[in-house]
């Protein structure tokens, strides 16, 4: 049952091993919550039998590809895919696909199109169980009594849909039993067996999660999706977590799937880590490769100037025109009263390109970050089209922030967070309140300090 | 603290420090700290209290007008007012010196007690609820031996809060179990009457035997019905959608005269036979079959033990399906609904099953009293029933079934024991008619019992599994459901 014996497939084979042997995948997968795409066509694999982790920062769309996976969210684009049974099944998956069913089974095989099913479905028919974020137990119940109402749907059947139960014929009895039995099975590996008895919520944190774990095992999952379950565990209790998980796999064959942020659990249990930023895939394969990833160290850790990966088109754009005009054009100092950096297709976006130069002003570049709505990242951008002070962003009209915002792709951003009446304060040697933090080093910035510049005295110009 | 190890000396486990006083204050054995509180203090709030009443009082109770020829007769009733002032004078000071600054207040003391009594001897409630049932049992006998002259009366009275105890109980499986406020209950028991009452009048061999299925089966097909469109509903806006339904299906039976008989009612309903004789005087009846003299108060009998009989039912149900998934995932579903979905329980067949399994005993409690009164019309099933109900059961506290049986003991039963307060009128002259402040006092009965057990006379929940120690889990853990 257990694919870790056979070890990773060889790299640059033809299929990963969880691409060979998927138990689950996402296909195209993209959720949009209005104008706001939280998922964007994302696909993976996850292996039959292994850990595999989702990984990737705050707002990542983590949560929501579970949701979605989970059916407490219907996507709005995309296939998911639940396999029981061995092989990628790709005929049946087909069939199923255009026949409009929902799921095809037989003899312990079955294909189950997620995305078609209701959640309730998707763990008793799909076998898939989930934790939440946010613990959600039965509080009022006591912990034997949580993991007998997951185990809802054989009980319901064995107790004649409840008219044999009224009638208290023997065959509920022992079906009951049963499942008494399993729940003692879990309580003792999740070494809650002493408090079996005692409600749910007077549980110490840790082992409310724990709980949790053991109610989603006891609806007989083949996929155990586990949201953030070692968050606000100690390293003792992180480390027996490991040790369960590692357990549910090896003993049970079922695979995981989770999502963590303490990288300790995920780089010592995974199999496979899938990393996510902005609602897109950035980086797939196992614990070292993607380590190695300078996608996902940007992602974590922020980007150097020369690994720019968020806004390709606009830096493209701005190489190009760099090269024609270098030689043609030298440095002038202080704010230039001639355009310099010419955009190929200016005229496409509404308003005027303000006034940029290729090299900052002699006096030097401001840390523009100090600007409140301004990142490193639009940092980059403005300097790209030529934008290097304050004053600069101090003399915009309307029709410069017009242009801006569109071409920078957040029209109406610039109003909102006032960057203009924020540069002209800057630009005379002031503070705003947000100056105020960064310089305090409370907010991250391009530039450690009272904006000291890379080249020059920072916002004092 | 790990298990006590051996052969350690007693006194080296003893907590020491703020553990010690922490567990002191567990058992209430710590000295209170004192209020700082002299008699100096209580004697001045006694006396603010005093001159307030005096103040108010003044215009209230002193002075009294009446229409008099000519004008308005002013009279003053100086005693009243000196008499109210020395009350809340006296009252004040005993509030402060044995509660507000005692140093160990009256009423912790009293409550320890209370509490004490009931450690004292753990199986006295077991036995307390065991001889209530025995006494509901022979209750008819009882009253028919003790007290020949009025039994016809506390029999009525038996049979009206049996009544309210099995709507109770049907009410409790939604309110109390699933956790679905429902404030239109009483429309299950309309429709349980009206069922009964139109099939009788509509198909003649339909007698009560009959009836009382279709009645239940009826209400609980309303009882889907009504589920359906609340299915999304959550909190406040469940509540005012069920009150809205009861509302929709007394105001259809008040206006479908052709139908219902609108206002007018519903009359001549048959009464229940017993195996097929009827209750009635002369040939043939019960009383000539079995050969014994003929008596009113059979009927009543009768009527008594069907509802006993019934209600029981009621509560054999509840507690069995609580012990099966159904009755465990609609406890669930109070506590998380979102979690029950995640683990595979359809919450909707969950909330219908609730919402038609409370309807249909509703409609069988409406059908026993469509055959006791034998006439029923829309006036019985005013929004104020369904807030009865409701009430019974949350005093009761949410999903206790022995709660239901005391409340609506209290409720029902106290209102009508009012009435018999003539005595009263002995202490206050002959003006005074308790039976005219008898909601005033069961309106304070309610706030006090709120006051002193917010979540209800029986709070505790009881574990539907038990592993190896049955515990009881205390309200504060228990989720309320929705619209709470």
Same mark, same amino acid.
């Given at each position: 049952?257990?694919?870790?014996?056979?070890?990773?497939?060889?790299?640059?084979?033809?299929?990963?091993?969880?691409?060979?042997?998927?138990?689950?995948?996402?296909?195209?997968?993209?959720?949009?919550?209005?104008?706001?795409?939280?998922?964007?066509?994302?696909?993976?694999?996850?292996?039959?039998?292994?850990?595999?982790?989702?990984?990737?920062?705050?707002?990542?769309?983590?949560?929501?590809?579970?949701?979605?996976?989970?059916?407490?969210?219907?996507?709005?684009?995309?296939?998911?895919?639940?396999?029981?049974?061995?092989?990628?099944?790709?005929?049946?998956?087909?069939?199923?696909?255009?026949?409009?069913?929902?799921?095809?089974?037989?003899?312990?095989?079955? !294909?189950?199109?997620?995305?078609?099913?209701?959640?309730?479905?998707?763990?008793?028919?799909?076998?898939?169980?989930?934790?939440?974020?946010?613990? =959600?137990?039965?509080?009022?119940?006591?912990?034997?009594?949580?993991?007998?109402?997951?185990?809802?749907?054989?009980?319901? !059947?064995?107790?004649?849909?409840?008219?044999?139960?009224?009638?208290?014929?023997?065959?509920?009895?022992?079906?009951?039993?049963?499942?008494?039995?399993?729940?003692?099975?879990?309580?003792?590996?999740?070494?809650?067996?002493? =408090?079996?008895?005692?409600?749910?919520?007077?549980?110490?944190?840790?082992?409310?999660?724990?709980?949790?774990?053991?109610?989603?095992?006891?609806?007989?999952?083949?996929?155990?999706?586990?949201?953030?379950?070692?968050?606000?565990?100690?390293?003792?209790?992180?480390?027996?977590?490991?040790?369960?998980?590692?357990?549910?796999?090896?003993?049970?064959?079922?695979?995981?799937?989770?999502?963590?942020?303490?990288?300790?659990?995920?780089?010592?249990?995974?199999?496979?880590?899938?990393?996510?930023?902005?609602?897109?895939?950035?980086?797939?394969?196992?614990?070292?490769?993607?380590?190695?990833?300078?996608?996902?160290? %940007?992602?974590?850790?922020?980007?150097?100037?020369?690994?720019?990966?968020?806004?390709?088109?606009?830096?493209?754009?701005?190489?190009? &025109? !760099?090269?024609?005009?270098?030689?043609?054009?030298?440095?002038?100092?202080?704010? @230039?009263? !001639?355009?310099?950096?010419?955009?190929?297709?200016?005229?496409?976006?509404?308003?005027?390109?303000?006034?940029?130069?290729?090299?900052?002003?002699?006096?030097?570049?401001?840390?523009?970050?100090?600007?409140?709505?301004?990142?490193?990242?639009?940092?980059?951008?403005?300097?790209?089209?030529?934008?290097?002070?304050?004053?600069?962003?101090?003399?915009?009209?309307?029709?410069?922030?017009?242009? &801006?915002?569109?071409?920078?792709?957040?029209?109406?951003?610039?109003?909102?967070?006032?960057?203009?009446?924020?540069?002209?304060?800057?630009?005379?040697?002031?503070?705003?309140?947000?100056?105020?933090?960064?310089?305090?080093?409370?907010?991250?910035?391009?530039? @450690?300090?009272?904006?000291?510049?890379?080249?020059?005295?920072?916002?004092? %110009? | 603290?790990?298990?006590?190890?051996?052969?350690?000396?007693?006194?080296?486990?003893?907590?020491?420090?703020?553990?010690?006083?922490?567990?002191?204050?567990?058992?209430?054995?710590?000295?209170?700290?004192?209020?700082?509180?002299?008699?100096?203090?209580?004697?001045?709030?006694?006396? +603010?209290?005093?001159?307030?009443?005096?103040?108010?009082?003044?215009?209230?109770?002193?002075?009294?007008?009446?229409?008099?020829?000519?004008?308005?007769?002013?009279?003053?009733?100086?005693?009243?007012?000196?008499?109210?002032?020395?009350?809340?004078?006296?009252?004040?000071?005993? /509030?402060?010196?044995?509660?507000?600054?005692?140093?160990?207040?009256?009423?912790?003391?009293?409550?320890?007690?209370?509490?004490?009594?009931?450690?004292?001897?753990?199986?006295?409630?077991?036995?307390?609820?065991?001889?209530?049932?025995?006494?509901?049992?022979?209750?008819?006998?009882?009253?028919?031996?003790?007290?020949?002259?009025?039994?016809?009366?506390?029999?009525?009275?038996? $049979?009206?809060?049996?009544?309210?105890?099995?709507?109770?109980?049907?009410?409790?499986?939604?309110?109390?179990?699933?956790?679905?406020?429902?404030?239109?209950?009483?429309?299950?028991?309309?429709?349980?009457?009206?069922?009964?009452?139109?099939?009788?009048?509509?198909?003649?061999?339909?007698?009560?035997?009959?009836?009382?299925?279709?009645?239940?089966?009826?209400?609980?097909?309303?009882?889907?019905?009504?589920?359906?469109?609340?299915?999304?509903?959550?909190?406040?806006?469940?509540?005012?959608?069920?009150?809205?339904?009861?509302?929709? $299906? #007394?105001?259809?039976?008040?206006?479908?005269?052709?139908?219902?008989?609108?206002?007018?009612?519903?009359?001549?309903?048959?009464?229940?036979?017993?195996?097929? /004789?009827?209750?009635?005087?002369?040939?043939?009846?019960?009383?000539?079959?079995?050969?014994?003299?003929?008596?009113?108060?059979? #009927?009543?009998?009768?009527?008594?033990?069907?509802?006993?009989?019934?209600?029981?039912? +009621?509560?054999?149900?509840?507690?069995?399906?609580?012990?099966?998934?159904?009755?465990?995932?609609?406890?669930?579903?109070?506590?998380?609904?979102?979690?029950?979905?995640?683990?595979?329980?359809?919450?909707?067949?969950?909330?219908? +099953?609730?919402?038609? $399994?409370?309807?249909?005993?509703?409609?069988?409690?409406?059908?026993?009293?469509?055959? #006791?009164?034998?006439?029923?019309?829309?006036?019985?099933?005013?929004?104020?029933?369904?807030?009865?109900?409701?009430?019974?059961?949350?005093?009761?506290?949410?999903?206790?079934?022995?709660?239901?049986?005391?409340?609506?003991?209290?409720?029902?039963?106290?209102?009508?024991?009012?009435?018999?307060?003539?005595? /009263?009128?002995?202490?206050?002259?002959?003006?005074?008619?308790?039976?005219?402040?008898?909601?005033?006092?069961?309106?304070?009965?309610?706030?006090?019992?709120?006051?002193?057990?917010?979540?209800?006379?029986?709070?505790?929940?009881?574990?539907?599994?038990?592993?190896?120690?049955?515990?009881?889990?205390?309200?504060?853990?228990?989720?309320?459901?929705?619209?709470?």
């Amino acid at each position: 049952m257990n694919a870790m014996t056979g070890k990773k497939a060889p790299e640059g084979a033809a299929l990963r091993r969880w691409e060979q042997d998927p138990v689950l995948s996402v296909e195209h997968l993209t959720m949009r919550f209005g104008g706001l795409v939280a998922v964007g066509d994302l696909s993976f694999d996850v292996g039959r039998g292994d850990i595999t982790a989702l990984i990737g920062p705050n707002g990542a769309g983590k949560t929501t590809v579970f949701n979605c996976v989970t059916g407490f969210y219907k996507p709005t684009e995309g296939r998911i895919i639940m396999r029981h049974g061995p092989g990628r099944q790709d005929d049946t998956v087909k069939t199923v696909t255009d026949s409009g069913l929902r799921f095809h089974k037989e003899d312990g095989q079955g !294909v189950y199109l997620l995305e078609r099913m209701p959640d309730h479905e998707i763990s008793h028919k799909a076998k898939v169980a989930r934790t939440f974020q946010n613990i =959600r137990l039965f509080g009022g119940m006591t912990c034997l009594e949580n993991l007998l109402v997951a185990q809802h749907n054989p009980l319901v !059947v064995a107790s004649g849909f409840s008219i044999g139960g009224i009638l208290g014929l023997p065959s509920y009895k022992n079906a009951e039993e049963e499942a008494i039995e399993k729940a003692v099975y879990w309580l003792e590996r999740t070494h809650l067996i002493d =408090r079996a008895d005692d409600p749910a919520s007077d549980l110490p944190y840790g082992a409310q999660r724990r709980l949790e774990i053991a109610r989603a095992m006891c609806t007989g999952p083949e996929l155990l999706c586990l949201d953030e379950p070692a968050a606000g565990l100690n390293p003792r209790e992180s480390a027996e977590l490991n040790e369960l998980l590692r357990y549910i796999r090896d003993e049970h064959g079922t695979s995981v799937l989770l999502i963590e942020h303490d990288m300790g659990v995920v780089m010592e249990i995974s199999d496979h880590i899938i990393v996510l930023d902005y609602g897109v895939k950035i980086s797939d394969g196992t614990a070292d490769e993607v380590k190695a990833d300078p996608k996902v160290i %940007a992602a974590y850790l922020g980007v150097d100037d020369e690994e720019e990966i968020d806004v390709p088109e606009v830096l493209e754009d701005v190489k190009e &025109v !760099v090269e024609e005009h270098e030689e043609q054009v030298h440095a002038s100092s202080g704010v @230039p009263e !001639v355009q310099e950096i010419v955009i190929a297709d200016a005229g496409n976006y509404p308003g005027r390109q303000p006034l940029g130069t290729i090299n900052p002003p002699a006096s030097g570049a401001n840390n523009l970050t100090r600007i409140k709505g301004i990142g490193p990242q639009n940092e980059r951008k403005l300097n790209a089209l030529g934008i290097w002070t304050f004053g600069q962003i101090a003399a915009w009209g309307q029709e410069e922030v017009e242009w &801006v915002g569109s071409y920078l792709a957040f029209p109406g951003r610039i109003e909102r967070e006032g960057w203009v009446s924020q540069a002209r304060v800057l630009a005379e040697g002031g503070d705003t309140e947000f100056s105020k933090r960064v310089d305090g080093g409370k907010v991250s910035s391009s530039r @450690p300090g009272r904006g000291a510049a890379k080249n020059n005295n920072g916002g004092k %110009a | 603290m790990a298990g006590p190890a051996k052969n350690v000396p007693a006194d080296i486990q003893k907590p020491a420090g703020a553990q010690a006083k922490a567990e002191a204050r567990r058992d209430g054995t710590q000295p209170p700290v004192p209020t700082g509180k002299t008699m100096q203090d209580s004697l001045r709030d006694a006396l +603010t209290a005093a001159v307030l009443v005096g103040v108010l009082g003044l215009f209230f109770i002193n002075v009294r007008t009446d229409i008099a020829p000519g004008g308005l007769d002013v009279t003053t009733r100086w005693v009243a007012w000196f008499v109210s002032i020395l009350i809340a004078f006296a009252g004040r000071l005993a /509030l402060n010196v044995f509660v507000f600054n005692a140093r160990k207040p009256a009423t912790e003391t009293l409550g320890k007690k209370v509490a004490a009594l009931g450690n004292a001897a753990p199986g006295t409630g077991k036995w307390l609820l065991r001889g209530l049932f025995i006494f509901a049992c022979i209750l008819p006998f009882f009253f028919t031996m003790l007290f020949p002259g009025r039994d016809r009366q506390f029999i009525d009275l038996a $049979i009206l809060i049996m009544t309210y105890i099995m709507l109770g109980w049907g009410l409790n499986i939604v309110v109390g179990l699933a956790g679905l406020l429902d404030l239109g209950y009483v429309a299950f028991y309309a429709v349980g009457a009206y069922s009964f009452a139109l099939l009788a009048q509509y198909f003649d061999f339909i007698g009560f035997w009959v009836a009382l299925p279709l009645a239940g089966l009826l209400a609980a097909v309303w009882g889907m019905v009504l589920g359906f469109p609340v299915l999304r509903l959550r909190g406040d806006y469940l509540a005012i959608v069920t009150l809205a339904f009861g509302e929709i $299906i #007394r105001v259809v039976l008040l206006n479908w005269y052709e139908f219902t008989g609108g206002p007018d009612g519903i009359s001549g309903i048959p009464k229940p036979t017993f195996f097929g /004789l009827e209750l009635k005087r002369g040939e043939g009846g019960f009383a000539d079959f079995f050969g014994i003299a003929y008596d009113p108060i059979h #009927r009543f009998i009768f009527l008594y033990y069907i509802i006993f009989a019934l209600a029981l039912l +009621t509560n054999f149900v509840t507690m069995r399906l609580r012990r099966l998934p159904i009755g465990r995932a609609w406890e669930a579903l109070r506590e998380d609904e979102i979690a029950c979905r995640s683990l595979g329980i359809n919450t909707r067949n969950t909330k219908l +099953t609730a919402f038609s $399994i409370g309807a249909m005993f509703g409609g069988f409690a409406g059908s026993f009293f469509a055959t #006791r009164q034998g006439f029923i019309s829309p006036e019985s099933f005013t929004f104020l029933e369904s807030a009865i109900i409701l009430a019974i059961v949350v005093l009761g506290g949410l999903g206790s079934q022995v709660g239901v049986v005391i409340a609506s003991v209290v409720m029902i039963g106290g209102i009508e024991m009012l009435r018999n307060l003539g005595f /009263l009128s002995q202490v206050f002259g002959p003006g005074f008619d308790p039976v005219q402040y008898r909601m005033l006092i069961f309106g304070l009965a309610m706030v006090l019992i709120m006051v002193w057990k917010p979540r209800g006379l029986v709070s505790t929940r009881e574990p539907s599994a038990v592993l190896k120690e049955k515990k009881k889990i205390g309200a504060d853990m228990v989720a309320q459901g929705e619209g709470h």
